[in-house]
């Protein structure tokens, strides 16, 4: 069964990540992920390196992966 942490080592290693959190139960995960390679992307962008980043492993062993996608000014300027 796959775990947070192999998702998370999965986007970490095909995508530059400043703050990379993931939190799931094998099968559905949650993903805070901020990187400066989302400048200037949009949402659905950014999704699209995130899934590009997990390969094939989201067709195979991830069923399910929310996002929260936010370059390092975005995250800064959310934690106030």
Known sequence: ???????RNYIAAGLECELLEVAGDGHHFE???V?????GLRPVQRHQLVYRALGER?????HALSMKTLTPAEHAAAAG
């Open 35 to 39: 990187s400066p390679g989302f400048e």
């Open 1 to 7: 069964m796959v775990t947070p942490e192999d998702v």
């Open 31 to 33: 993903a805070l992920i």
């Open 58 to 62: 989201m067709r195979e062993e991830i």
